[in-house]
């Protein structure tokens, strides 16, 4: 058979900073490649051709592309090309996704995307295909052979492990996984770095995709040890309790870990209550982000902002807060209801959503709210987070972050380059339709 991946993109845009999506290369990598031939195409840096004469269609989506995704589905199956669509939003909304695809995908593909192509081939392919739990993904060995000749970002992604042992109220992957998790052999995964590098030119930087690098901390410590032999540059993302162990960050800083993202969410302890992120229960965020700069480590600040106990005024509180700590980058993210995690049921109980579905709603934009707040008026939480964005990566204020005096200055040439193609994405991303 001959199979399409695609990945659409936000409203069929290009991007600036796609990274290989990894997803894809689990599937080839469990693709017998003697029988089937595999094509990728990612809407976030070239076109989805809607004419691909080919056997079978795979699309994989999150909320926000889903809409993107379904107007994809939907020209395929009119020309009776099979359809299947996988990814996280198809794991949270089966039963909507099954009305654009022929078969859906819950949960990992392990296992049953095998099965899936031989039912296939034999004429009974089955509607959906679950796998709740996570597999054993010891062995699992991602095709990057996908990926050859395609033009992504100087960070090359690495998964090592999946899943979360902590589940915040908003999120998807605690959603889907349920406090589960599951890692790949440490061997397998040095050995593909090392693949990397001697194989894309492209590669300056390498970034685990864990949805929490600390799951396990006996495997990231193995793992952290192992890569201090490479003399490489990485990058990560996790929760703030690991901090606490200030060796284990001296370690990463060792063994080459130049950022990573931290969770903060917000800067009010009631609202981490609200949202049930346990990791963060401590607070003792100056103490954390000390140890981090000390280790010469690059901060990029994740928050969630929105949530019941904000006002208008805490735009300016959290501007001040990225502003004093010189954050490498700063999320300023909206909370935004995910289908299928307890924050958007508890929205909908309170009947504050401002949508029936705010990801296929016409009128609904990136940037815009999907609720209504409790202690400022939407027109205030739409254009808090606007200034947030814009204000935090002025030019100017670029500049006079760099110059911090510890991990910016030290990166610097990263530290420009990833912060204007941020600050590109602000603009590009701003107000678009999905
Ligand atoms: S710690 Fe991070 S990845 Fe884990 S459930 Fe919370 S938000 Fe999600």
Redesign the pocket.
Known sequence: MKIAFLRPNLGGQRSNDAIEPLGFAVLSGLTDRNKHEVLLFDERIENIPMDLEVDLVVITTFTLTAKRAYTIADNYRKKGIYVVIGGYHASLMPEEVQEYADTVFVGSAEGNWEKFLIELENGHPQKVYEEIKLPDISEVVYDRSLFKDKKYSFVVPVQFGRG?M???EF?T??SVHKGDYAHRKVELVIEEIKEIFRTNKRAKVIYFVD??IFANKKKALHLFNELKKLKIKWACQG?IDIAKDEDLVKLMSESGCIEMLL?FENINIMNIKKMN?K?NYDFDYENIIRIFKKHRILVHASYVIGYDYDTKDYFQEILDFSNKHKFFLAGFNPALPIPGTPFYDRLKNEGRLLYDKWWLDDDFRYGKAAYTPHNMTVEEFEAGILRCKVEYNTHKNIWLRLFDGAANFRHALIFLAVNYINRKEIYNKKGIKL
Do not use: E, F, W
Request: net charge neutral; aromatic share 0%; hydrophobic share 10%.
């Open positions: 979360c902590h589940q915040c999120c992957i605690g949805d929490n929760s969770g992120k990791s």
